[in-house]
């Protein structure tokens, strides 16, 4: 491993641990506010906040421990490390939460056609307004361990932890109109919350698969990539690009097709330009790049070329 990839990993894992410790901290102290409310009031809104937070709490811990493996070096076994562990926190946070989500929409429903009344709404809706506070102070710092690391895992964190602020506004909404007399609005708020959870659960397992299915980097960055490589003098066009990432680790390989005539030494620094191209473009990738000479034979094995970018000469592919 090189120093520039032991100093970003090194930075990395001291942030999303940070992050990690500063989630399961927040969650604890939401759900002790929000249980004395709950227990004081009998607030179905509450409940569906509380609820919220214990799940929040669940999966945080989950995460913690997750990136705490994640973040485990490569082994003989694991010669790719360990960072996939943050897509399956991000897969087992969705579970929570879709699970969470489907039991505030029963109790929702329940409480919308039996509504009842409720007490201490006054303490409810303070507590509710501090909970909002507080979550946008962890949002915030969630916000810019995720800018500096991309850790999908403190995304997918950061994603429900700020639906809760959303969530915390249905919640004071419902608390409002129930003291003013509307006894439903709390069953109904509840039922709305319950759906929105449910949405969130949805786009943090989907994000989670496609890293788990080693999905590409975007279009726009394959072709920076590429069009990187080709700037190399000497390199006559490149195919079959495949690039994935894990935690902050990305992998790129590709093959890049070269005068047949030169030496091994003068095919080897071409090789080592052109890897050189993509690390200024990428610090912290792996790159695996395979020569290959300019003969028929090659343009015949050609898999995957993305002509926006990169011509193979008009030759026939097979």
Request: net charge negative; with cysteine; charged share 20%.
């Amino acid at each position: 491993m090189n120093q520039d990839l032991s100093l970003i990993e090194g930075k990395y894992k001291k942030l999303v641990m940070l992050a990690g410790i500063s989630s399961v901290s927040t969650a604890i102290l939401l759900i002790v506010l929000k249980f004395v409310v709950w227990f004081l009031s009998g607030s179905s809104a509450i409940l569906a906040s509380l609820t919220d937070s214990l799940v929040d709490c669940i999966a945080s811990l989950i995460n913690l421990l997750a990136l705490r493996f994640a973040l485990t070096p490569a082994d003989d076994n694991h010669r790719f490390g360990h960072y996939k562990a943050e897509s399956l926190a991000s897969l087992s946070q969705a579970a929570f939460i879709g699970g969470s989500a489907a039991l505030l929409i029963f109790h929702g429903i329940e409480r919308f056609k039996n509504p009842v009344a409720m007490e201490n709404l006054d303490i409810a809706i303070y507590v509710s307004i501090l909970s909002i506070f507080i979550t946008l102070a962890l949002v915030a710092f969630q916000s810019f361990v995720y800018k500096k690391t991309k850790s999908q895992a403190i995304g997918a964190d950061r994603y429900h932890y700020l639906s809760d602020v959303i969530l915390n506004l249905g919640v004071i909404i419902a608390l409002v109109l129930s003291n003013l007399n509307y006894l439903w609005a709390d069953g109904f708020f509840a039922m709305l919350l319950g759906l929105f959870i449910l949405k969130g659960s949805y786009h943090i397992g989907r994000d989670a698969i496609s890293t788990l299915l080693d999905r590409s980097l975007s279009a726009d960055i394959n072709q920076q990539i590429m069009s990187s490589i080709l700037s190399v003098d000497g390199v006559i066009s490149i195919h079959d690009l495949k690039t994935r990432q894990a935690g902050p680790q990305i992998f790129i390989q590709c093959h890049i097709v070269i005068d047949g005539n030169y030496s091994l030494k003068k095919a080897h620094e071409i090789t080592n330009e052109a890897e050189k191209k993509v690390e200024l473009l990428l610090p912290d990738a792996e790159i695996t790049i395979h020569m290959e000479p300019d003969d028929e034979e090659t343009f015949n094995s050609i898999n995957f070329v993305d002509h926006k970018v990169c011509s193979i000469n008009d030759r026939p592919l097979s």
